[in-house]
């Protein structure tokens, strides 16, 4: 068995998955160009990071991302890593925009406040379409920059704990 061909073979394929991860995020997401969506996603994709019925499949995945654009209509994302093992592609980041949406998780949310909000998506690729997708991101430091949900005061952060005499 030829392990340089091997890994030659999976660094291929994992330069083509960034590739394919990256067109979905720079033209379906930030530019809101739906039509990316079908050509990049499998029929069967999941979202893993959507709630309820968002969960499953191409409409699913244009309904959220038809939520973010309404919601950040002038989004900019900066890169800070991009990583691809075999069909695994993670991205790290921070979304920069004015925020537009009337509600957020169910909370009223003010409109015309600039935010940036770090997150970093997983997505898992079969056939050089994307299957499923994770995203971890900071929803609690949106809502603070907001001002939905206050944040830690200082001086509760900084104060000793009570003494248990």
Known sequence: M???AISCYSCAMSERNKAIVLRFLDEAVVAGNASVIDDVCHPDVVNHAAAGPNKRGIDAIKKIIGFSKAAQPDQAWT????VADGDLVVVYGVREATWQGQQFR???TPQGKRVAVK???MF???DEKIIEHWAV???LGLMQQLGVVAPP???ASTSPPPSRD
């Open 79 to 82: 890169w800070k890593a991009v």
């Open 119 to 121: 997150l970093a998506h």
């Open 153 to 155: 005061s200082v001086a």
């Open 106 to 108: 169910g909370l009223a």
């Open 137 to 139: 991101r900071d929803d």
């Open 2 to 4: 030829n392990l340089d």
């Open 124 to 126: 898992r690729l079969v």
